[in-house]
């Protein structure tokens, strides 16, 4: 593996950098201000700093191919996502942030020209954005065959009935659809092939979101994470995404990128708590002397710098590999770094919160928003039991096969 980015790469990570130090981080404070004002809309700041990234040819930067995006392989990408992940609302200025991400690879790769024409054009340009909805709240939704939403066909239509919590995006007034995982075939035999997808807009009568979930408290506005009922809900059979049975495979698919392109955005969240809490240690002086004198001090900011960068190391390893062999091939790394990431992050963040004290926990920093955000991860995509459950599996069945 070659740990060298191409030129293309630096010279992105470059204009990225500097568009993040000039654009961003002067008006992120302004952005939760007006974001005060309007919680789920979209605070104007964002709207003229999507604009400047357009202009600057920062857009779409996720997406594999060139046909819709930039062009970047995993490995390409993951420098450019860390450096969006340093400030929480970053991503969505480029348009690549969750869940629009997965849901627009989803219709590339799944969708049919109606649908990619309906629904990918508008995401693709920053028009709308969407939800995933599979989570529910009766049910251990890590497992994807364990859902109980109901898609029946009826006709030219299906009608979908169930009951979704903590569906990301579905909150916000600019969310004008949904991809919905439910069963339509819930008594065949293959329980991988119980499960379909299905295009769902929100203004679809029937679709009663309930409440903003929230999450340590924040309702992580202007996305949210809302509470759906599905009562009756009648969409055209075209909706249908590949096919009836495939939900599982194309959930399969979608998930992959989505769990490292998280470890990415984390990787710049625990650097940025880094940088913050060395910072404060120089700065702050305690009991007559400066903060970094003390030994407990220097080794949260070394352990933290280890473990961030065997995080990153660990994760270009696997978009490495995603990009070689296929995200199926690369599906122990990428369970390995969906484990150790948000660990981690939660680890740096809760030492930065630590060194600036009663600070750490208020507005005046990122840090309790950020702890926040890497505590979810650790659930989000599948909690870290399921991912260790299965690379155990997976890992004990190949060592035993070669000692025979």
């Given at each position: ?214 999450v340590f408290g924040y309702d992580d506005a202007p996305e949210g994470h809302g509470e759906i009922i599905f009562d009756n809900v009648r969409v ?169």
């Amino acid at each position: 593996m070659n740990f060298e980015y191409s030129p293309k790469v630096q010279n992105l990570l470059q204009r990225l950098k500097q568009f993040m130090a000039e654009e961003v981080v002067p008006v992120e404070s302004q952005y939760w201000e007006q974001l005060e004002q309007d919680r789920w809309g979209e605070p104007p700041i964002m709207e003229e700093l999507k604009q400047k990234a357009r202009d600057a040819g920062l857009w779409n930067l996720f997406m594999p191919g060139s046909e819709h995006g930039a062009g970047l392989t995993n490995l390409e990408y993951a420098p450019l996502a860390e450096e969006m992940g340093r400030v929480l609302f970053s991503s969505e200025i480029f348009n690549c942030s969750a869940p629009d991400t997965g849901n627009m690879e989803v219709l590339a790769q799944y969708g049919s020209d109606a649908q990619k024409e309906r629904w990918l054009k508008p995401l693709l340009a920053g028009e709308i954005r969407s939800a995933f909805a599979m989570t529910e709240p009766k049910v251990a939704s890590s497992d994807a065959t364990n859902i109980e939403t109901e898609i029946v066909r009826d006709g030219d239509d299906y009608v979908i009935n169930g009951h979704k919590f903590y569906i990301s995006g579905a909150l916000n007034r600019r969310c004008e659809i949904m991809i919905v995982m439910g069963k339509t075939a819930p008594d065949s035999p293959d329980r991988y092939r119980q499960q379909s997808q299905i295009l769902v807009p929100m203004n679809t009568p029937g679709v009663k979101v309930i409440r903003p979930m929230t999450v340590f408290g924040y309702d992580d506005a202007p996305e949210g994470h809302g509470e759906i009922i599905f009562d009756n809900v009648r969409v055209p059979a075209e909706n249908l995404i590949l096919g009836e049975g495939r939900g599982f495979e194309i959930a399969q698919g979608r998930l992959g990128p989505g769990r490292i392109h998280h470890c990415m955005r984390l990787i710049g969240q625990a650097q940025r708590a880094l940088e913050m809490m060395s910072a404060r240690a120089e700065n702050r002086v305690v009991f007559g002397r400066p903060m970094i004198k003390q030994g407990s001090v220097r080794e949260d900011i070394a352990k933290s710098a280890c473990e961030i960068e065997q995080a990153r190391l660990l994760t270009l390893k696997a978009a490495d590999q995603m990009d070689r062999y296929g995200n199926k091939a690369a599906r122990d790394l990428i369970a390995m770094i969906k484990i150790v990431a948000p660990q981690m992050a939660c680890n740096v963040i809760d030492r930065a919160i630590q060194i600036h004290g009663a600070a750490g926990l208020g507005q005046d920093f990122n840090l309790a928003r950020a702890y926040a955000y890497a505590r979810t991860i650790r659930l989000a995509d599948g909690p870290d039991q399921v991912h260790m459950m299965q690379l155990g599996r997976n890992l004990a069945a190949a060592y035993a096969a070669e000692v025979g």
